[in-house]
């Protein structure tokens, strides 16, 4: 943590303390963390499927009803055999018993049968604690045959009450059990891994694929085949199965047709693909890509169809050219395509490129570039191949083209359709879009139809060409419902509002990140303060992403993809070149809470493979560049926590005691606060009632521009800090 000289005396004693008390919440972190014996997050039962055998982890545990039945057939097959040579059990070992087998089912299960650290399970039964163990031995030690097959176990029972408990003892004494239960600690780590708060918000990645040559999409065809679909830039996309294996044949092919180079970062492509929502009666497939050649360069859609003789081949004659719309230059080509609710094909189309929109495109609704736009593939007008929805927002308007349904974009890469609450239906149809900047700003915008996005009079929040912001061109302007200076990222990649089984926490949830910086974000709605709060997503570490789960990933961020079941997964590469075959697709995870995998995990489709296929190999974690490696620990988004040596803790931890001893700290808090706001600046998420103002000359803060008051969250690494603006529970 790097601290400037010259800064106010009450920030530099401010920051050390607050080193100090980050520094303590990482050790604390790493100290505890709930976990099942198959190694993922524990889980709630709903009524239905609450354990009625294992009821003292009815709410929150590791047994399915299923679990929880077949360990009460274990419990009742050994009390039957035990009857039978040595008559029935007591009342305190039918208890014993119970108790025993029902650790299984404790939300630190692989705590208490020592088999975290190796992530393989070593011993039948869980850690005991002294007092508990030799009551269980002086009651009932002739059941220790009974409940293990472990000889060097049996042995110890027959011999004595010590040797048998130092048997049952476990590395962590913290969770033996019944003391595990009255640990205040792992108790409250418990209450944030189900509410996902504190400790609870770390998250951690399961790699799906790898090798892979600039993965920019994964979808799924909604046939419940759950099969995924990953497109690489060079116009190859493959099918993926469920388990993770690889199709030999890739699905689409068309690396012949597609415009792109070898060169890093080059934006030209297969960019988009999306099913027909009939997909499974009509087989129509759509594509997005560049192509022509580098002096006559175009962005085309197209339909084509699935080979009727193999459900995961495109039949190659069947394209059908839908659009075609030339690029003046070689980036800002957009490439989201994906149809809505009301089942029309919307694709997003870039301002054309160059730097700064110089043809003019953004809000100049008389052309495709610079758009979001909206067709009906399946009802063409006439001589067309395809139609207008009737309730396009510029039908019949002059001066405008009628396939355009919102405007003022810039480069729009990656969009989601929220399909909502997977209870209430709460947000379903909402279209989140991540907008690349040019300067200063990264925006994340909530696309309505007619919607005015500002671009190139604003970026972000910001005036961006003062001829164009004033009221002539942004009166009805929608501003974003988040924006981050450059100092944060530089090229925001849109994602999608989580809405997934597997990690409920999430749920709501917009997950998005940055291409440049490797960073990842939250964004949460506040119903009640109709506005959109932002939190940078802190990884686990290795005490936490155990097992399948890693902590760390290429840095360049590609694209997010979701499967068919809700879940989010993020693309990514440590060289993004179409000639790199190291880009991976990693599945995010919550690793403190999980949803109940008998109501996450249904029927399925069966799938016909024809061909070969290829195993999932997991890439080495060890073998990650560490130049291009994001690697976070910490709930925090400072740098602090990658330094927290104890001899720094408790240097830091004396100064913050002298300090307060010597009042050093004191109501200039509030004074000091003041300061930093005014020093540094960060992104700003603004309430959705005054996102259709515009905004005042690009010199005026944002901040003061909205009236907004801004809540702001102290920062402590410097040199992540943002130069003008203000800060609202972001993660700046």
């Not at 918000?201 to 399961?206: A, F, I, M, N, T």
């Not at 490129?353 to 100049?364: F, I």
């Not at 700003?684 to 009632?689: G, N, R």
Request: hydrophobic content about 35%; some cysteine.
């Amino acid at each position: 943590m790097a601290i400037a000289i010259g800064r106010p005396k009450c920030l530099l004693l401010l920051e050390v303390c607050m080193l100090a008390i980050q520094c303590l919440a990482v050790v604390r972190i790493c100290t505890a963390h709930p976990q099942c014996l198959d190694f993922f997050a524990p889980f709630d039962h709903n009524q239905e499927q609450q354990p009625e055998f294992c009821t003292l982890y009815d709410e929150f545990g590791c047994c399915t009803k299923e679990m929880d039945l077949e360990i009460r057939q274990n419990f009742e097959d050994i009390v039957a055999e035990y009857k039978g040579i040595h008559g029935p059990l007591t009342t305190d070992c039918l208890n014993f018993l119970k108790e025993i087998l029902c650790q299984e089912c404790s939300p630190y299960a692989a705590h208490l049968f020592d088999a975290e650290a190796t992530q393989q399970r070593t011993r039948q039964l869980p850690g005991l604690c002294n007092s508990y163990c030799t009551d269980f031995h002086r009651s009932c030690s002739q059941l220790v045959p009974f409940i293990t097959t472990e000889e060097s176990v049996r042995q110890a029972a027959a011999n004595s009450a010590t040797e048998f408990c130092e048997k049952m003892a476990i590395t962590d004494v913290d969770y033996c059990y019944p003391d595990v239960l009255a640990n205040d600690d792992l108790s409250q780590w418990v209450e944030e891994a189900q509410s996902g708060t504190g400790r609870g918000q770390c998250l951690c990645l399961e790699e799906f694929a790898n090798g892979l040559q600039n993965p920019l999409l994964a979808i799924h065809a909604n046939d419940n085949t759950h099969r995924f679909f990953i497109a690489e830039q060079i116009g190859i996309i493959h099918v993926f199965l469920e388990n993770r294996t690889r199709l030999v044949e890739p699905f689409l092919d068309i690396q012949d047709s597609i415009l792109t180079s070898s060169r890093r970062g080059d934006e030209r492509g297969l960019l988009g693909a999306a099913f027909h929502p009939n997909f499974t009666r009509n087989s129509k497939f759509y594509v997005f890509y560049s192509s022509g050649s580098s002096s006559d360069q175009l962005i085309r859609i197209s339909e084509f169809m699935v080979s009727p003789e193999d459900m995961n081949v495109i039949d190659m004659q069947t394209e059908k050219v839908i659009l075609e719309v030339d690029e003046p230059y070689a980036n800002h080509n957009g490439g989201q395509l994906m149809f809505g609710l009301d089942g029309y094909l919307y694709a997003s189309i870039g301002d054309g490129g160059a730097a700064g929109d110089p043809l003019d495109s953004g809000l100049n609704k008389n052309t495709l570039l610079g758009k979001i736009i909206r067709i009906d593939v399946d009802h063409p007008a006439t001589n067309q191949t395809y139609g207008i929805p009737p309730d396009n927002p510029f039908v019949g308007q002059e001066n405008a083209r009628p396939e355009n349904y919102a405007y003022g974009i810039r480069n729009i890469w990656r969009c989601a359709i929220d399909r909502g609450d997977r209870e209430s239906g709460y947000g379903k149809g909402r279209i989140f879009c991540g907008d690349v900047g040019q300067s200063r700003f990264e925006e994340i915008d909530i696309i309505v139809k007619g919607g005015n996005y500002g671009w190139r009079g604003r970026e972000g929040y910001s005036c961006y060409n003062d001829d164009q912001c004033n009221d002539e061109w942004l009166a009805d302007e929608i501003l974003p419902i988040h924006a981050y200076p450059h100092s944060v990222g530089k090229s925001v990649t849109g994602g999608y509002v989580y809405r997934g089984c597997q990690s409920p926490n999430l749920n709501g949830k917009y997950i998005f990140g940055d291409y440049v910086s490797g960073r990842l974000f939250f964004l949460t709605e506040n119903a009640t303060r109709d506005e959109w709060e932002s939190q940078e997503i802190c990884m686990g570490d290795s005490s936490t992403c155990l097992g399948k789960l890693v902590s760390s990933y290429p840095k360049n961020i590609l694209s997010f993809g979701e499967d068919e079941a809700g879940e989010v997964y993020m693309l990514a590469t440590s060289y993004a070149s179409t000639t790199f075959n190291g880009g991976q697709v990693f599945k995010i995870v919550d690793p403190a809470r999980r949803g109940n995998p008998s109501e996450c995990f249904g029927e399925k489709e069966s799938v016909d493979v024809n061909g070969p296929t290829v195993d999932f190999k997991p890439s080495d974690a060890t073998s990650i560049n560490p130049d291009h490696a994001v690697i976070s620990t910490t709930p925090t988004p400072g740098k602090a926590a990658l330094i927290c040596t104890p001899s720094l803790v408790a240097i830091a931890l004396l100064v913050c005691i002298a300090m307060v001893l010597t009042n050093e700290i004191s109501s200039s808090w509030s004074h000091a606060r003041l300061l930093h706001i005014q020093q540094e600046a960060g992104a700003v998420s603004l309430p959705s009632a005054k996102r259709r103002r515009i905004g005042e000359p690009s010199t005026t803060r944002q901040c003061a521009l909205q009236t907004l008051s801004c809540q702001a969250k102290w920062y402590p690494s410097s040199s992540s800090a943002a130069t003008g603006g203000c800060t609202s529970k972001s993660s700046q």
